[in-house]
């Protein structure tokens, strides 16, 4: 799927098709459950899963956290990483979203550094098809001006596991191919 295909806008009416949200307290997923799941289970598991109705149910400041980096999750590196992205020692604390409508919205990372807080690289939201299926997912879109050059290469896609808990995942843009660099988590 090309850059521009997986930008078309997509009607409400098609978000459902073709997945699920999990609902029995069996298949409930949790953080912890999602903390400890590899990339490629976060994949199968995103595939599943269904972006939420509105954008508005993103609205605040929501923790985020880093799940998985493709081709390190599982490295002494990657797992040092994960470790650390479960502290408060972690750069990246989450998202800030405001929906400006039930479709389209923005937003604004939240970075730590030492001492100092900064929200940085801001993005705007809407439902677009994922690159991973085509299907239905949030986008977080960085291409804007006041971003860096290579922060603006950058895509992010949201879809819901449960009720304040959402899987997300990372895409950097080379060229013309997306390549998907990790998985996190944003929640209440």
């Known amino acids: 799927m090309t850059t521009a295909e997986s930008s078309k806008v997509l009607p409400l009416s098609s978000m459902r098709r073709g997945a699920r949200k999990t609902t029995s307290v069996k298949d409930r997923v949790t953080l912890d459950k999602l903390q400890h799941m590899s990339f490629s289970e976060l994949e199968r598991l ?34 040092l990483l994960n470790a650390l992205g479960k502290t408060s020692l972690f750069p990246w604390a989450g998202k800030n979203f405001t929906a400006r409508s039930l479709v389209k919205g923005s937003g604004i990372n939240r970075i730590n550094l030492t001492i100092t807080r900064q929200e940085w690289f801001a993005f705007q939201t809407g439902f677009r098809s994922s690159l991973i299926d085509g299907r239905a997912c949030v986008n977080l879109n960085y291409s804007l001006k006041g971003n860096h050059w290579l922060i603006r290469h950058i895509t992010d896609e949201i879809r819901e596991v449960e009720p304040g808990l959402y899987l997300g995942t990372s895409f950097i843009k080379v060229g013309k191919v997306c390549i998907n660099l990790l998985y996190f988590t944003i929640s209440e």
Not at 49 to 66: A, F, H, I, Y
């Open 46 to 79: 995103y595939r599943q899963l269904t972006p939420p109705d509105t954008l508005s149910v993103l609205n605040g400041r929501k923790k985020g956290q880093l799940l998985a980096i493709a081709g390190i999750h599982r490295t002494p590196i990657g797992l």
